[in-house]
């Protein structure tokens, strides 16, 4: 259960911005974003992750008492910079994450020539013209939950100077993210994995509760 799939949206990284903080759950994984990182800090990271999953495959009788566990800002941005390796994306480096209250903005570059030529797929016309280069890439969404379900919204994409929503984000999101991530819920609720009932975003960190 440690397979990370921290949505990289947008080429791999744009829903990230909310949506990370539901995959990294799932199985184990994120890192910091404004501020330092360090491999200690990683180590933290990793630890609370593996409780979790230690908790949710524990026997009934192990669950009697909830579990609450807080991800820092410098925890999640660590993880991605020390642990993630090889499981990033090609074409997608400096990621890092900037965590508000109920929302996340998650910001990398990405090498879109890279990330078109791993890709199976035609690329749309507009898309290729758009994508090109190494660029920054800068995404923001919403995130809510409750009941062991939650959803996520994403509000914004920036690729350098150029501001996407509405239909050229759909088109975006539909043509790079579901295609390497299907279970990518986007406007949609999605079950938390592992037992969570909830998971709370406030400022520079993540709350997950667990049952």
């Known amino acids: 259960m440690k397979r990370i799939v921290a949505t990289m949206v947008i080429v791999a990284i744009v829903a990230i911005g909310a949506a990370a903080l539901w995959w990294f759950t799932r199985s184990a994984n994120p890192a910091t974003a404004s501020g330092a990182v360090s491999e200690a800090a990683a180590g933290r990271m990793q630890q609370k992750l593996d409780a979790i999953v230690a908790h949710a ?22 993880y991605f910079q020390y642990r993630m390796g090889a499981k990033i994306p090609r074409g997608v480096s400096q990621i890092r994450f900037q965590l508000h209250a109920g929302r996340v903005t998650g910001d990398a570059m990405v090498d879109f020539d890279e990330v078109k030529a791993s890709s199976n797929r035609p690329i749309h016309p507009l898309l290729d013209a758009l994508l090109a280069g190494k660029r920054p890439v800068s995404g923001t969404g919403s995130f809510t939950s409750s009941n062991g379900s939650g959803v996520l919204h994403l509000e914004q994409v920036a690729i350098g100077n150029l501001s996407l929503s509405g239909a050229l984000l759909d088109l975006l999101v539909r043509r790079f993210v579901l295609p390497r991530y299907p279970k990518a819920a986007i406007d949609r609720p999605f079950p938390l994995p592992a037992g969570i009932d909830r998971l709370v975003i406030e400022e520079g960190r993540a709350i997950i509760y667990q049952k």
């Open 57 to 78: 495959a524990g026997p009934p009788k192990a669950k009697v008492q909830p579990l609450t566990t807080t991800l820092s800002e410098e925890e999640l941005n660590s």
